[in-house]
């Protein structure tokens, strides 16, 4: 993938720093532990919004759309 302007060197550590900081793992025990598991599936799991919600902390300046754009357009 080529690097475009807007793509930030720091957008891509923050993010892989996330997911290491927060394992999938730790993040449904936790869910899972705080009662608040999906009680049926849905096109968004606890684990991805919790996630989202981590990284609009991160990003708290950029709205909805860029940060799930970081997210999912994130290289590892």
């Known amino acids: 993938m080529k690097a475009v302007e807007s793509d930030r060197i720091s957008d891509r550590i923050a993010l892989g720093v996330l997911t290491r900081a927060f394992p999938p ?4 025990e936790v869910v899972a532990e705080c009662g608040r598991a999906e009680q049926r599936q849905r096109l ?3 684990r991805v919004v919790m996630y989202f919600v ?3 902390c991160l ?6 759309e860029e940060v799930g754009r970081l997210l999912t357009e994130a290289s590892p």
């Open 59 to 64: 990003f708290s300046g950029q709205g909805y």
């Open 25 to 28: 793992e730790l993040v449904d």
């Open 44 to 46: 968004l799991p606890a």
């Open 54 to 56: 981590l990284a609009m």
